[in-house]
């Protein structure tokens, strides 16, 4: 009976301090959505003269054409192109001339723009990421020039890189039938045979009101900040045709699939891939909860075992790739000198297996919930960190609030969740393997 009573007060103070943290970090916010069918948010924070303006288009990889891949990140380019009333080469220009910080990122699921301007500077950015949305420059001049710029970054990041094709092979070994088979960079083919009336297209469909999300933080009075976007947003024509989501469903692997890639590299990596549910879903979190106790940070199971005491790593890590539709669980490491590929390989399953048989000890959960909790609330403690979660948890989910809720989910897990997780999900007989060898010199 007493051992009992002490369980229900340990989650009885555990839960409290939950409370307490999401009630001190509460993040308040309005949204609603224009006519045109642009969501809006907006978070209200006079503590810094700091504002983010950003713009989140539900736009990825996975809407591609097959035969088109990499559009979404060619278009992260073009959009600094310039527009009918901003000249070409001159939007990074007038950004930094006004003290702003602007860049963009392409996922599998969504393209994100920001600038972190002065908060004096507010209209200026609205009336920036109008005119993109609007009036875009999409011409030939614009288009052969981003065409050289993303050509050379895939050459640069991807195919001149050491292990710079893991992402790539990792995905098109582990999917065969969803987009996601294919990354965001996409081919250097798709980009070079597009013509300039498919890139048209192509913006006309996805970059839209209706299939975008303003969403701002900082250093804003409400009233005003409502009456700009009014001014800069409420005129832009709705988006006619149809925006495509793909409902594919990835067949399940029917056995482990393993490959063999040579590469300009001096030292083995090996790579396994486990499908995974979408994120959000209850077993997204205590899969998520999962490798931060394999591998987040220096005392890590991985880091500890593998690294450290086995020798046997350079490096070793994992995590969760959190998709809109069903993703996947990457664990990979680098082999030390004279250590086989196989023996690293090795001792990631036995850790995973120790994972599936053993349950974490109250020690190490409660130093994982800490871990946990810490990034949560790290990963919102900038305006342009708040302003992105609250676009991403529209976009994915139609609830913005779980800024303040989402930690409740993951303090939700338990260990017998993890446990359950680890052998439900990370499988042999369903994984992808992929080693990375040098390349055999004559």
Sequence with gaps: ????????????????????????????????????????ILHKDNSTPIVAVTISYHVG?????????????????????????????????????????????????????????????????????????????????????????????????????????????????????????WTPIGTAESINNATLEEFMEFHSIYYVPN????????????????????KYFSDIPKGTKEIKRPNIVEPVLPIEKRDTIYDNIQMPLVAQAYHIPAMGTPDHYALSMLTTLLS??????????????????LFVGAFPMPLEDPGLFIAFGITNIGVEPSELE??????????????????EFEKLRNQVEVDFVTRNSTMAGIAESLSDYHIYYKDANLINTELQRYMSVTKEDIQRVANQYLTKDKRVVLYYLPKQTM
């Excluded at 940070?297 to 046997?312: P, T």
């Excluded at 994972?355 to 020690?363: G, I, M, N, P, Y």
Aim: charged share 25%; net charge negative; glycine share 6%.
């Design 1 to 40: 009976m007493k051992l009992k009573f002490l369980a229900a007060l340990t989650i009885c103070i555990a839960l409290i301090s939950v409370h307490t943290v999401e009630a001190q970090n509460k993040v308040e916010f309005r949204e609603y959505d224009l006519p045109n069918g642009l969501h809006v």
């Design 61 to 181: 990889s996975k809407n591609e054409d097959p035969q088109r891949t990499g559009f979404a990140h060619f278009f992260e380019h073009l959009m600094f192109e310039g527009s009918e009333y901003i000249d070409r080469g001159e939007f990074d220009i007038i950004a930094m001339n006004a003290g702003a910080q602007l860049n963009a990122n392409t996922s599998f699921d969504r393209t994100f723009y920001y600038l972190l301007l002065p908060s004096n500077q507010i209209e200026l950015g609205l009336w920036m990421e109008s005119e993109r949305m609007l009036h875009l420059r999409i011409d030939s001049i614009g288009v052969e020039s981003q065409r050289s710029v993303v050509k050379e970054e895939r050459k640069q990041s991807y195919e001149n890189q050491p292990y710079g094709s893991l992402m790539e092979k990792v995905f098109s070994n582990s999917y065969s039938e969803h987009p996601y088979r």
């Design 211 to 230: 299939n975008a999300t303003l969403s701002i933080a900082g250093d804003i009075e409400y009233d005003q900040t409502i009456a700009l976007v009014e």
């Design 296 to 313: 987040g940070g220096e005392s890590s199971r991985f880091n500890k075992s593998i690294v450290d005491k086995q020798q046997k790593a």
């Design 346 to 363: 090795s001792s990631i399953d036995v850790e995973i297996e120790k994972a599936q048989k053993e349950l974490l000890t109250d020690k």
